[in-house]
């Protein structure tokens, strides 16, 4: 019973926080700049990451596919379609959002966490600026619109990650590859992908924040809400990744 | 002026604040004085709003601050500079950035008379050439300085300040003193002062309030302190036993 009245009271506070976070902004040009300042500091920062991850991850789903398909009935380009689809559906939104959960959601939570223990919150908030709305609405605006664009580069160099193990170990025929990643391409498999990166997105950014927002005491409990942030954010992701997919394909 | 009328505050049950009532007078420097723990802080941050009390009301100049909703104390908090124990800079902004903040949230002006103000306010606490720094650049005597450059920027009417002498050297805690008091008196702000450095006591205090175990224990003038015959206030004010031989209390 503690449990769940702690939990329901967690859920509260947390829509709370998002009502003044969503709330009219001071003055929208300051907001502005700073959603630009986000959108460097988060998404194009973790351009790297995205990228390391993606490619390793296409050749080694790739050569995975290699040897459990290996059998004469089955027609090799189905390799590269295996990997397009599995890059597309799930990884390239999925387990790059947890990755990031790790990464940003970590460092968003650390950055507020440390803001709220050393009065900068109260101090913005004695100016009478609405401090839930300047810290965190740019930073959920920011990545909403950049991270949709890491699950873009993260197909396109998973795939790539595959062409090149097919290229250089010889395990399938490059041209084989290619086939596979161009046949039966659906579209809406991309758009249900980026919607699912946008959610998670909010998800990373809104649950990170509010742990970080909620700090108290020192530097431990700010590591503490760092690491709570990010499986919080890890397990939310894979909930809604359930309910989106549910939604979405079926 | 700013009036405390029954103040009660309670944090898990433990009563911090006992229906403490006061009055701060405007022009003047208002020092609440205690030991730690007094629950001094408390009360501060209570009568910027930083914490709701639990009854009693705050007058700011006759408008009752505890009887208004969010947006009508935003209008409030406009009118107060806060100095924090730890200056409480965005760690993230320039000097000149923290100092223009308010400028750029809360007015209409141009750039050019933004960055004349920033240069005034800096100019006034003797940073001149400070405006390209990080916070993290700054020894403990300059971030007290931005702070105070940062809290004057809109023409505070009550300037508020928790312990602005903490961790610095006794020589630039006077400096600060006194900066403190001649802004009191330039502009003819509410300033309080919450301390417990007896030199700010001497140096300063036109009106004192000791805070005894979360009650109003005394209040007077820097003359008075020194012939009170309240036993825990000269406890507190003559502490160590070469102060309490001169006072004749051993």
Known sequence: MKLINGFLAQVGQYTMLMGKVFSKPEKAVIYR???VFEMEALGLNSVGIATIISVFMGAVVTLQMSINLESPFIPQYLIGYATRETMILEFSSTVVALILAGKVGSNIASEIGTMRITEQIDALEIMGVNSAGYLILPKIVATVLFFPFLTILSIIIGTAGGYLVAMLTGIMIP???IQGILSDFKPYSITYSLIKMAVFAFVITSVSAYYGYYAKGNSLEVGRASTRAVVVSSIVILICNLILTQLLLI | MIKADHLVKSFDGRTVLKDVSVEFETGKTNLIIGRSGSGKTVLLKSLVGLHEVDSGDIFYDDICYTSLGFTERKEIRRQIGMIFQGGALLDSSTVEENVRLPLDLFTDQSEREKAERVDFCLRRVNLPDAHKLYPAELSGGMVKRVAIARAIVMNPRYLFCDEPNSGLDPVTSVVIDNLI?????????????????M????????????????????EGTKHDILHADNRELNDFVFASAMAKRAKGLL
Do not use: A, L, Q
């Open chain 1, 175 to 177: 041209d084989d590859y």
């Open chain 2, 181 to 197: 008091r001649e802004i009191t008196e330039e502009y003819g702000i509410t300033t309080i002062i919450n301390t417990h450095d």
């Open chain 1, 33 to 35: 700049r700073r959603i």
């Open chain 2, 199 to 218: 030199n700010s006591v001497m140096e300063i205090g036109e009106k004192i309030v000791f805070i005894y175990e979360g009650s109003k224990w005394w």
